[in-house]
């Protein structure tokens, strides 16, 4: 009997075994099929993103973001709402050593009211920037403090009734 017991024990530790294998198998298949679905997500996200300028032509499903750029809502059969927001140009975090010159000439003495000791722009910096400098220094400024900003997706699920 006590042999009985010792291969009881060596059977269920091998069906351990061989069920963790086969839980590895399928993990290492769904991470791959995980893989493949994010790749063709991203690539349908691009896609779509590549549609933005398009869109403006649709005017009822745009509305304009807070940093000047766009936003696209486009309502899905499921009741998902997919969300394509093409952002206006971003403040820099920090102004290029390149730009430091031509940006301090345009300030004068107002430079240090527009930008701090790291050379990186003050909050509200588009407002600023028109309240202290006329006009024409104001544009050039800003433009010389802005870069391009990513187009993102999102995806929203509807919520369970």
């Known amino acids: 009997m006590h042999t009985?017991?010792?291969?009881?024990?060596?059977?269920i530790f091998r069906n351990h075994v061989n069920r963790a294998a086969r839980l590895a198998i399928r993990l290492a298949n769904i991470d791959k099929q995980r893989d493949a679905v994010k790749k063709k997500l991203d690539a349908e996200k691009d896609a779509l993103a590549a549609l933005a300028p398009v869109a403006e032509q649709a005017q009822r499903y745009i509305s304009t973001t807070d940093g000047g750029g766009k936003?696209?809502?486009i309502p899905a059969q499921n009741g998902s709402i997919v969300?394509?927001?093409?952002?206006g140009k971003r403040i820099v975090s920090e102004?290029?050593?390149?730009?430091?010159e031509q940006i301090r000439k345009l300030c004068g003495h107002r430079f240090v009211l527009l930008f701090e000791a790291s050379y990186s722009?003050?909050?509200?910096?588009?407002?600023?920037?028109?309240?202290?400098?006329?006009?024409?220094?104001?544009?050039?400024v800003l433009e010389l403090c802005e870069?391009?900003?990513k187009t993102t997706v999102t995806v929203s699920k509807p919520k369970p009734e």
Request: aromatic residues 6%; charged residues 40%.
């Open 4 to 11: 009985t017991i010792h291969q009881s024990e060596g059977s």
């Open 71 to 73: 936003s696209w809502s």
């Open 83 to 87: 969300r394509v927001t093409q952002p």
């Open 95 to 100: 102004v290029p050593e390149e730009k430091l």
């Open 121 to 140: 722009c003050v909050k509200k910096f588009r407002e600023v920037v028109f309240r202290e400098l006329d006009k024409p220094a104001a544009e050039e």
């Open 147 to 149: 870069e391009d900003s």
